[in-house]
């Protein structure tokens, strides 16, 4: 039964599909690796335009290269949207909006001066080198990942919730130890956040107790913190491992409807839509 949506799809759309979506062939496996080559190199310029020496010395270097990148990348997003059955699907999927934010802050550059350092968010599209050196299978792991976490939301929005309590506590009791006139607890907002900085044993030390009875609150807020680093981390694991089963070979088949990739290989149709997938190649 032939796919009403493919046969009145142009040869041309399924071609450019191929190649900018896929990478089973080598026409895609090329543009990918030039695509990827594009992207480090875009991110380098930008990281080197920061550089106020080297931005003084080769500016108009710097903003013909910036443009030529988003030139680039533009046509390549607009081709994307083009050799799609549902453009909507691409552009509000995970990296149709990554392709868009690598692209928008050069034209936003040009009514707000420094957005164009945004660009560093083009280094996310390097995720596509899971498919394009043939480790399409890590693909399945990261939707483990996924859905570890969100297996994981309600039992850490909980610890969150309790953590925010403890700190407001914490804090509020190292005001009425620490506080006064020569105190660098000057206010309770203050003090919550010395006691966010303790407990996550980030401790920039720019606000310390001076009390005996402060600085041992302190301590043991401390060693809390130890505990509460591992609660999190606890959680997701037990996740990630309640939902391991053995990998299925995928490869970097693309469906032309919704864009989900990460497919077996013996797979004649979309695990997430149905839609019927390239098997010519």
């Known amino acids: 039964m032939s796919d009403p949506k493919r046969a009145n799809f ?7 599909h191929e190649i ?20 480090v190199a875009s991110v380098i310029v930008v990281m080197l335009e920061s550089i106020s020496e080297l931005n ?13 990148f988003t030139i680039f990348f533009t046509i390549e997003y607009l081709l994307r949207i ?13 990296f149709g909006i990554v ?19 945004l660009l560093v968010i083009r280094t996310l599209r390097l995720l596509r080198v899971f498919r394009i050196f043939k480790l399409a299978n890590f693909l399945k792991e990261s939707s483990t990942i996924m859905s570890a976490l969100k297996a994981s939301r309600p039992k850490i929005t909980v610890f969150l919730f309790f953590i925010i309590l403890m700190v407001t506590i914490i804090g509020s009791i190292m005001y009425l130890v620490e506080g006064g006139n020569d ?7 203050r003090s919550v956040y010395w006691a966010v900085v303790t407990l996550t044993t980030v401790g920039y030390g720019d606000i310390a107790p001076q009390t005996e009875l402060g600085q041992f609150l302190a301590a043991i807020v401390m060693i809390l913190g130890y505990a509460v680093i591992a609660v999190p981390t606890g959680i ?6 309640s939902q391991t089963d053995k990998p299925i070979p995928v490869n970097s088949q693309s469906c032309q409807n919704c864009s989900t990739e ?16 390239h098997k010519n190649h």
């Open 20 to 39: 900018i979506f896929e990478a089973d062939t080598p026409a895609g496996k090329y543009f990918d690796i030039v695509l990827m080559i594009f992207i």
């Open 56 to 68: 003084n010395q080769y500016t108009n270097i710097f903003f013909i290269l910036e443009w030529a």
């Open 82 to 94: 083009y050799c799609v059955y549902q453009p909507k699907k691409y552009m509000t999927s995970f």
């Open 262 to 277: 990460g497919h077996s290989d013996d797979a004649l149709f979309c695990r997430k839509c149905g839609q019927s997938l």
């Open 99 to 117: 392709d868009l934010m690598a692209i928008l802050p050069t034209y936003l550059s040009l009514f707000v001066y420094g957005t164009q350092y």
């Open 10 to 16: 142009s040869p041309l759309k399924e071609s450019i």
């Open 183 to 189: 105190s660098s607890f000057t206010s309770i907002p």
């Open 236 to 241: 997701v694991s037990a996740e990630m491992v």
